[in-house]
């Protein structure tokens, strides 16, 4: 499936082609480069005046930004179109039926945005079911008491010689039990409550750190300079394990600051054509590290723009800055072939490959990737491998053609994939 881009994905992209830095942008329209940076993410809404202004600076029409003119019509027509090839629609015949009958074009068009943001909204549900700890201690909860009341549900059926006292004490035990599960029950399905305002908010503490990150355009300039420490800037998060993500993330980006300050990095990486190789050389630092500075960068007419993703060695993703369509999915559940996950394979050796996304909209990026064993050589326990990969759309004169890959098997078009573990929600009759 094509990869619809959201009105912020828009803003930014063209904000991106016109060489415009996030905060000159932000200045010009009256509003905080951190609230633009969350409307860039989509993480909050745009319209009416401000929509305008953004867009007149941008020297582009608001239409282009948003849906709703016939060309924002035609294109989930298109997508719904190339997904469901066995209707057999006269792809040919769009325009003609976005020109004499735009209540039903919309129509099919909000139908392809609904089915879009399920499979989004299950994307996000299965990764959360995998990743976050409290929704595994929750359901687990659910089980064993349903399991519980099963088993004293079956003595009570089963054993009809039993005693007034033993089967009152069973009685009460059905009853304890079943408050339990109603309990338990609640507080899940409160917890994975998707509707649709909701399904944009952050949840778990992982997001809501990313997101504080996201909020301040992943730039920490007090944090370089050594005015503010990690536990003083994570201070105002009220979630206390978001906190500690987020002072564990800031601790990193001071150590990497300390060994590559920004007064001497910038300027070299501006003269190396940020080739992280040989930036590694120069300064004589690990390349994990060259990787996190260059996507810590601003980005401005000197810098380009970067984006980075960092997983465990059981390949969840624990960290990533997303640039563009590039977004992996939290649990274990992405594409093998992104090099982050290659590069496990192989720690110390760097990977690089040009890689692209499916259907006719997906960017092309540059990927380079490491992986880094933290662990001393020992038999006596596990080693702790973590891989680093830098993201940048890729230049269009490569001379590389980019290797097809997904954003997960589940809403993964590609047929015939060798690596795929599990049928595609958009392939027929899967």
Same mark, same amino acid.
């Given at each position: *499936?094509?990869?619809?881009?959201?009105?912020?994905?828009?803003?930014?992209?063209?904000?991106?082609?016109?060489g415009m830095k996030q905060s000159a942008l932000a200045q010009a329209v009256g509003i905080s480069p951190s609230y633009l940076n969350l409307i860039e993410h989509n993480r909050r809404r745009i319209g009416g005046k401000l929509l305008s202004d953004i867009a007149r600076e941008l020297a582009v029409e608001p239409e282009m930004l948003v849906e709703g003119t016939a060309s924002a019509v035609r294109i989930p027509l298109q997508e719904a179109a190339a997904e469901f090839r066995s209707a057999a629609p006269e792809e040919a015949r769009i325009d003609e039926l976005v020109a004499r009958l735009p209540g039903w074009a919309a129509l099919i068009g909000a139908q392809q945005d609904r089915i879009a943001q399920l499979e989004a909204r299950v994307q996000r549900l299965t990764d959360?079911?995998?990743?976050?700890? +409290?929704?595994a201690s929750a359901l687990h909860e659910v089980i064993s008491t349903v399991t519980a009341i099963r088993s004293t549900a079956s003595i009570l059926v089963d054993s009809e010689d039993l005693d007034r006292d033993w089967q009152a004490r069973f009685h009460r035990n059905l009853d304890t039990d079943s408050l339990r599960l109603s309990e338990s029950s609640q507080a899940l399905m409160g917890y994975l409550d998707m509707?649709?305002?909701?399904?944009? +908010?952050?949840?778990?503490p992982l997001e809501i750190a990313e997101a504080e990150m996201a909020a301040r355009g992943y730039a920490y300039p007090e944090l370089e300079r050594g005015e503010a420490s990690p536990e003083a800037l994570s201070a105002d998060l009220p979630d206390p394990r978001a906190r500690e993500i987020l002072r564990n993330w800031l601790s990193i980006f001071a150590e990497d600051a300390r060994h590559l300050p920004a007064e001497a990095f910038a300027p070299a990486a501006r003269k190396l054509a940020h080739d992280p190789l040989r930036l590694a050389r120069m300064f004589d630092q690990p390349l994990d590290r060259v %990787?996190?500075?260059?996507?810590?960068?601003?980005?401005?007419?000197?810098?380009? !723009? *970067?984006?980075?993703?960092?997983?465990?060695?059981?390949?969840? !993703?624990? %960290? +990533?800055k997303p640039v563009m369509e590039f977004h992996l999915p939290r649990s274990?559940?992405?594409?093998? %072939?992104?090099?982050? %996950?290659q590069a496990l394979t +192989?720690?110390?050796?760097?990977?690089?490959?040009?890689?692209?996304?499916?259907?006719?909209s997906g960017t092309a990026f540059d990927c380079a990737a490491v992986a880094r064993d933290f662990g001393a050589p020992s038999f006596d326990g596990p080693s702790q491998v973590v891989a680093t990969m830098l993201v940048r759309p890729a230049r269009p004169e490569t001379d590389r053609a980019p290797a097809l890959v997904?954003?997960?098997?589940?809403?993964?078009?590609?047929?015939?994939c060798t690596a795929r573990r599990q049928p595609s929600l958009l392939q027929d009759g899967t």
């Open positions: *499936m094509p990869e619809r881009q959201l009105t912020g994905t828009r803003l930014r992209n063209r904000r991106i082609d016109r959360r079911l995998t990743h976050d700890p +409290q929704v509707n649709a305002d909701a399904a944009a +908010q952050v949840q778990s %990787f996190r500075r260059l996507a810590a960068l601003p980005e401005d007419g000197d810098h380009p !723009v *970067m984006g980075l993703a960092i997983c465990d060695q059981a390949g969840v !993703v624990v %960290f +990533q274990a559940a992405a594409c093998p %072939f992104w090099p982050v %996950f +192989q720690p110390g050796r760097p990977v690089r490959r040009i890689v692209g996304l499916p259907g006719a997904g954003p997960g098997c589940r809403v993964c078009p590609v047929e015939g």
